[in-house]
């Protein structure tokens, strides 16, 4: 899915910078949208409908099965036992995913620009490096993080809340995919405005 988003960014900058003779800048482009937003927005979306889901089904079958309950019994947390590790593995995951997203979107870029509009490989990867500043790939990674935080709470709260029926474990996967997106879309705006506030 990177790789496609790359590739659609590519051809629109490449459509309104043919304008003013600047079809270079499509690496700054990609470069920069990939690495500071839309690597950790299709990341974090693709997360939701897989992980998201199936923390909500995990949690919500222990639901049903009363192992939730059974936990309790034990005097076991199921926040400590169940909730905490899928929310840190989550946590640091998502931004190493993001990055390879972030790479993989680059590379889709790099073979749209020298194959279809006749931009050099040293050129584009020289334009690239000049671009890309180490901010960049801080925003891109902070961002994973939340949005991996995000699904994780989306996921588990879901599941947690299951009913106690078969039917209720599918209800609360198709939840936890609509909250976690919801939610990612919500601290994506957040924080792409406090980060231009702050100038970042």
């Known amino acids: 899915i990177s790789f496609l988003v790359g590739l659609i960014l590519a051809y629109l900058g490449a459509d309104q910078l043919r304008m003013v003779g600047a079809q270079i800048f499509i690496a700054d482009l990609v470069a920069i949208g990939m690495v500071r937003e839309i690597g950790a927005l299709m ?31 034990l005097g076991i947390s199921p926040i400590d036992f169940l909730v905490l590790p899928r929310f840190l593995a989550l946590i640091m995951m998502v931004p190493l995913l993001t990055l390879y997203s972030s790479f993989v979107g680059m590379l889709a870029g790099l073979i749209i620009s020298t194959t279809i509009f006749d931009i050099g490989l040293f050129e584009y990867y020289t334009e690239t490096v000049r671009a890309l500043e180490l901010k960049h790939f801080w925003v891109g990674l902070s961002k ?36 976690g997106i919801l939610l990612i879309t919500i601290t994506a705006s957040i924080m792409t405005i406090l980060y231009y506030r702050l100038g970042i």
Do not use: P
């Open 144 to 179: 994973g993080s939340v949005y991996g935080a995000m699904v994780a709470y989306s996921g588990c709260l879901r599941g947690m809340q299951c009913g106690r029926s078969a039917e209720a474990v599918g209800e609360a996967a198709t939840s936890a995919v609509v909250t």
């Open 43 to 73: 990341t974090g979306i693709i997360i939701a409908g897989r992980t998201g889901a199936a923390f909500a089904a995990q949690l919500g079958t222990m639901q049903v099965n009363e192992e939730i309950d059974a936990f309790r019994t």
